[in-house]
């Protein structure tokens, strides 16, 4: 498993790159926007700009995780990101995250990145398993991770208190021969019955 190479990956609506320093000041405004606020909570307080700066101009040199901004193919603009972590070797597994900002929403975007990242995490890194967690009131990821082929293993009921109200999280995973069997589109292959 080598998470030091970096790739780029190229789709229809996106391409998946890796991160400069560049890029913190848009990704500032991302993790800012309300509906990422909603979803994935306070950044901590000490998220300055110059801490923004070094930490996403240190994502290309992380060998133990693959941190890959998500742009828009047509313009190049930074919509998003997407990330493999918490590598288990002994599992062959990781988790997964990623947050589009407002402008990347709606248009097909996250599902394709996250097609892209997951193919290239089974088929280039040779993972069996990718985990991830969302909270259950993140309706359009939780649509997203099921389009591509996440597969719910579980509700952690009322993990935490959001806007004075208890919310659950949802445990999701793919296995590596899920992946082999519908390469990201589930519907095509419990369309055709195969």
Not at 93 to 100: D, Y
Not at 151 to 158: A, K, Q
């Amino acid at each position: 498993m080598n998470f030091s190479v970096k790739p780029v990956l190229t789709g229809e609506k996106c391409v998946l790159r890796p991160f400069t320093e560049a890029d913190a000041d848009v990704m500032r405004e991302i993790i800012h926007d309300p509906e990422v606020l909603r979803f994935t909570g306070e950044p901590p307080g000490d998220l300055t700009p110059e801490r923004l700066r070094s930490w996403y101009g240190t994502r290309a040199g992380q060998p133990d995780r693959l941190d890959l901004a998500v742009t828009d193919r047509g313009t190049g603009e930074l919509l998003g990101e997407v990330v493999l972590y918490e590598w288990d070797p002994a599992a062959r597994g990781c988790t997964f995250r990623t947050l589009i900002g407002p402008r990347g929403r709606g248009r097909g975007v996250g599902t394709e990145a996250v097609r892209l990242v997951v193919g290239y995490g089974f088929e280039e890194l040779g993972l069996h398993r990718i985990q991830l967690e969302a909270y259950r009131h993140n309706h359009r990821a939780v649509r997203v991770y099921r389009k591509a082929g996440f597969v719910v293993e579980g509700v952690r009921r009322e993990i935490e208190r959001r806007d004075g109200e208890w919310v659950d999280e949802v445990v999701m995973a793919i296995l590596d021969r899920e992946w082999a069997a519908h390469r990201g589109h589930p519907e095509a292959v419990s369309s055709t019955g195969r």
